[in-house]
């Protein structure tokens, strides 16, 4: 139970990866600001989140089972907080969906809304009313960078992440009257176990119902791309537990929050003219035509990205 002075702070999705390292960031805090109250589909999958947190685990972090796909669920786990006081809200409960959209089912793609898009919703439609009352309270998204441009074969996730930067920017507007903060945290590549193994999974699917020629783009561009980007620019979780830990920390927190600076000219090129063309024709650029030096130098491949862009720019604004 949290003490006196201490701010409660409920996690989605803390079985593994950057909801994991965001629990044992905050619950560790050496001076004790928070109360942590992490959250998984099943329980059974604590060990590693106890394990991580040490000695903090029953005094500054305790469990609750949560599905964000569920609106019973929801409530029973906020109704489960005492006085149902949560000043931070943290959505981090997530899934991947990899591939030619041709080749996905509809179930699959609505399976990805249900998780990444509604289940933000039915957290903040569960937990926004009291903050209102109180007047007070931050809502933290971790949303995606590919949530503010698309990127090929990331269709249906980059989809469920536009909708829910959408939604949340209309929120942040009509929230400041009540004293609550909406912050997005915008990752890009993160090495996590969700990630190695949905690349696992996507690597030996079939894709039924993709024509051959895409399957050659996907598997002999994209891929490869993909792979050495995550080994050569991926961020660990504790990287955007940092981010995330500043963010609620801020006297003034940011609405997005950007991860990885090497992302803020690409982000930023999209912006660059009114058609917003020159971002697509970017990232066409850069899956066919860099691909193939990807494995040289990641980094340097993002340069010559970047001075390719200024060029183009020159181009559209003269």
Known sequence: MATEGQRVVLITG???G?????????ARDKMKRYYVIGTMRDLKRKDKLVEAVGDAYGKTLSLLTLDVCSD??????????????????????????VGPVEALSLDEMKQVFETNFFGVVRMIKEVMPDMKSRRSGHIIVISSVLGLHGVAFNDVYSASKFATEGMCEGLAIQLMKFNINVSMIEPGPVNTEFEMKLMTEVSKKEFVGADAETLNH??????????????????TPEDIAKVTKKVIESPRPPFRNLTNPLYTPIVALKYADETRGLS??????????????????QIEALKLLKDWNYSQINCVQQ
């Open 218 to 235: 996907f598997r002999t561009c994209y891929l490869p791309t993909q792979i050495n980007l995550f080994k050569g620019l991926g961020q």
């Open 18 to 26: 950057i909801g994991l390292a965001i629990a044992v960031m905050l």
């Open 72 to 97: 019973e669920s929801v409530k029973q786990c906020v109704d489960s907080v005492k006085d149902r006081h949560i000043d931070i809200l943290i959505n981090n409960a997530g899934v991947g969906l």
């Open 14 to 16: 803390c079985s593994s």
């Open 280 to 297: 697509v024709r970017t990232f066409y650029h850069m899956l066919y035509n860099l691909g193939g030096i990807m494995h040289v130098s």
